[in-house]
């Protein structure tokens, strides 16, 4: 039986695949090694440690997160609409988007900040209360899918339009 050709991407995909499968915490060394059939020292030629794995996940589900987002900045709303494509990235892919969260210094994660930080330029806000404003903002999502994931909304009350009164108090508060 050949032997097969184990590169980065196949290691990176697998990988991705068990956050979405059995989520992020599934992904291990062993879990990584078990679902390509081979053994874990096998990875150690490509990945230092699982570590290096997970920055590489993260900058792979970045990458998908901004294909989601980017056209959202042309909307009336682009604050309201990237709100409602992060939040529905969160809720539909929570593997991917665990995995995009560790991670933050590459190039990926700077255009996802200017996405959000293009969704500002209708406020007056200097570098430092953008940043603020961005890092409340996904905060603001990050615990809003959080809470839907865990079974935290129990409230017989339509979900999407509590992220659009959210949104809006956001944005008011930003106005002021």
Known sequence: M?????????????????????????VTMANIARSLTIKPPSLYNHFKNLDEIKYAMAEAAQK???????????????????AKAYVHFGSSHPGLYASSLPGGTGKVSEKLVKLIADGLTAFSLDETEKIHAIRGFRSMLHGFIDLNKHAGFKLDVNLEK????????????LQT
């Open 2 to 26: 050949p032997r097969m050709q184990l590169s980065k991407a196949m290691i990176i995909d697998t990988a991705l695949s068990l956050a979405e499968q059995q989520g992020y915490e599934a």
């Open 64 to 82: 998908q997160l901004y294909e989601a987002l980017k056209d959202t900045e042309k909307d009336a709303q682009p604050l309201l609409s990237l």
């Open 162 to 173: 509590s992220l659009e009164q959210m949104v809006g108090i956001y944005v008011r508060g």
